[in-house]
DNA sequence: CTGTTAGCGCCTTCAC
DNA sequence: GTGAAGGCGCTAACAG
């Protein structure tokens, strides 16, 4: 059907051979100008386009990389992605995008396919409890980038962002707004990511002398729902808190169609931060206040990372590169004052 | 390195068919099951995985399918891909994303990159103006969906929503709040889909006797600024439009912008209908009336029919599916009358 | 039921 | 400067 090296060959009057070596450029190559042309001219002839898959059974370098992330449907990962498939495209690397659900199961078996097709790398965002997973690929010398999450029992390559420090900045922030009650919605809180975030959380707490309680910090998944129900319950209270910090897009719109069901306004009810991605952010009911990733640049660093590694023959030593969220003050915070004008 | 066939068959004390044969679990395949033991055993102890790449160099077939998106940092297509992605697990393909940014000539080079790693069939939301490549794909026999676009003068398989009758609803929905001057952002013109919405926005601005002007239907683009530029030229007219009809994300985020900034209130000043797939148009400064995709059933749909075409022997016909568009009415649309009690 | 043979399309070493 | 030979890992056809 379509047409090979050998029928280029042919066509040229030369051997297979020749021709594969003509097409890879090679610099310092001595070939004839007189055989380069007839070589070029039968290529465009046969409208020849090498086979990528038998140049990677020769060479063992499949020119493709693997992306795990837990779901691509998400703007926070799907921007990502994009940035690294572009990048990739750049330097003729192809991307395969795989979703984990958060799953390990699917993880684990998404990590095992993309070793037996062959990738020369692997971007990932970990789910939860997958080290085992991570330690494996670690093992088989596959170069490794992890993005947003580590463990901290191996080391990787990761890009991650600093979490502790902006959540700890942003309750640092509702402190001196006056706020003494501020939950925590979680997300899953087994995930690094959050963990960390809870632990800036934790620490701001403690700094500042804010209300220290378990029932403040909830939720347990990343969905509406997860964010609906958890503020629904936080509402609902004796005293319920005056400011939420959210971690999620999802999450964040759950909260707020809670908040806003129970009649409650915001900030003059209730102060919201977010840790949140959308464009929309700063057209929602209230510009909401937010903590953002360097989306961009967390693509660029991944692919770089990752790039070196495949390309340098040595083993490197393992680099842990730390992005800087933004935090950006809307209309979704306000003091604590204000409530009680109010409300008097 | 890693374990192949041969060692598989040496540990077991076979043939390495034999491997291969036992692994491929043929269902009417008579293997003793003493020997079956042995090489699972084998497979076992090497933690033996099949080369992909062999696999597919040897059966010309890949197991691997192309998407290519204008921009998979759009929501839009990100969740589209996705669901394209998992059923493809389930089914054992892979997919491999490509950004195509609108860009012709990226698209093409995509194309035939994808070509030549063997993919065993295409999803495609092809770039304005190109047929050719289009073209060129079908003409390859290759399995090929087209989403979202289609070419009038090419049959191909796709995924298509009702454009022209969603925005035809959405005028006529205006018409009938007593709107007479409604402004179109129209993104990229030259755009399959958003022809159809011009067709349908056009047809009801005939029907219902509305305000008939160059003037009305605007921007080139899918950006912020596009849409933020447009709104405020609009805006700044001496008559400007009671409402405007958006179509896209990014476009919808700008021209609130642009309103916002002017002074103006939603609706009462302007109304805004939004073709907008996010799940914060809910909760948006007022929340937002949009036409919405049905983006799983559009993935789903891709996918199927793609897998279709790929598993069939024979060529079959092509089939377009339209799938229906959703129309939400919130806060940002209003009355014309209105407007004038409060201007008044 | 299993071994043998051949070859997918390409690249690389070794000749000449 | 170019041809010949061999093999990447796998599967399919044919033997036996």
Redesign the interface.
Known sequence: MTATLKDVAALAGVHPSTVSRVLRKQENLKILESTRKKIFSAVEELNY??????R??RMKK?FTIGLIVP?????FF??I???I??LG?EKDY??????TDEDQE?ENR?V??L????VDGLIMVPAQGSDKTVRTVKE?GLPLVLIDRVFENIETNAVISNNAEAAFNAIKYLAELGHKKVAFLRGKSNIYTMAKRYKGYHKAVKKFGLVESDSLVVGDGFS?EDGYNSTKELLNCAEPPTALLLTG??IT?GA??AILEKGLSIPEDISVIAFAD????????KPLTTISHPLYEIGLKAFNLLLENIESDKVLSTSQIIVNTQFDIRKTTGKVETVLEITQ
């Not at 779901?71 to 703007?75: A, E, H, L, R, V």
């Open positions: 386009q090498p086979d990528f898959t038998a990677a059974l499949s779901d691509i449907g998400n703007p799907s921007r992605a994009r940035t498939e572009q495209f192809t991307v395969i995008v795989c979703n699917k998404y095992s396919h070793l037996s097709r062959g088989k509406f897009n999802l719109v707020i169609s959308s464009i929309f952010s700063p057209y929602l009911v």
